[in-house]
């Protein structure tokens, strides 16, 4: 048995697998690691690699423009495809298992479109650190049949920023992305007014600097989570936070005192 242990070894592998496939659809987010996915099928399989972007309200505006200016750099086919979650209810209704009934419609359709275009294989940018946390989402892309060739690759998330770097990709050093949805309680209905809200709030955030930044939407109270040393800087911004945010329709404004943490929401259904 072959043992992958370096970096670099991965990487080869990665490219193997992309190989092998000889066409591939990439679900691209614009994030780091469906980003790094993209360039390297592109580089490998040419014309033969495409990237599909979903937008639908649970994806901010600014993430679905710079999925397209990411993939206009690399120089591959990229199209979006519009989706509404809320012909749904079971995304509306936000149950715990959300992210797989929601896989499931983006997938499908992404699945959809590629074969439109002579393309059987499609693959996302779950990594070999995608295996821990609740990821219902993880089942849907087993039942679709679709592939994650940096998680076969053994890629670890510092491993794709630091393959990222080299290869001069701008997202080496992006923030991790979420869908908003994820910033809504399980089993709190998703709204437009809410992702709304959220969206507005967040770019808020961002455009004073805080780049790894979630604002939990908790009916009319707003949790704020930054990074434990960004919250010097929030509370001497706070009196123009709290302006804003209830401008946009929250009531009561809180920061989370542990910091920013990927999946907090999920604290819920471990308890």
Sequence with gaps: MIIINTT?????????????LKSVAIAFSGGVDSTLLLKVAHTVLGDKAIG???NGAIHPKWEVESARELAKMIGVKHM????DIFRNENIVN???DRCYHCKLVVFSLIKETARNYGIENVADGSNADDVGDYRPGMRALKELGILSPLMEAGLKKNEIRALSKELGLPTWNKPALACLATRIPYNTRITEKAL???????DFLRSLGFTQVRLRHLDNLA???????DMPKLLELKDMVIEKLKSIGY???TLDLEGYNTGSMNRLIRS
């Design 251 to 253: 009531i009561y404004i």
């Design 52 to 54: 599909i972007t979903v």
């Design 80 to 83: 979006v495809l519009d989706v």
């Design 94 to 96: 936000n149950p715990p």
């Design 223 to 229: 949790k704020i989570e930054v990074l434990p040393k």
């Design 8 to 20: 670099e070894q991965k990487f080869e592998r990665l490219k193997e697998i992309l190989k092998e």
């Design 196 to 202: 709304s809200m959220i969206e507005e709030g967040e």
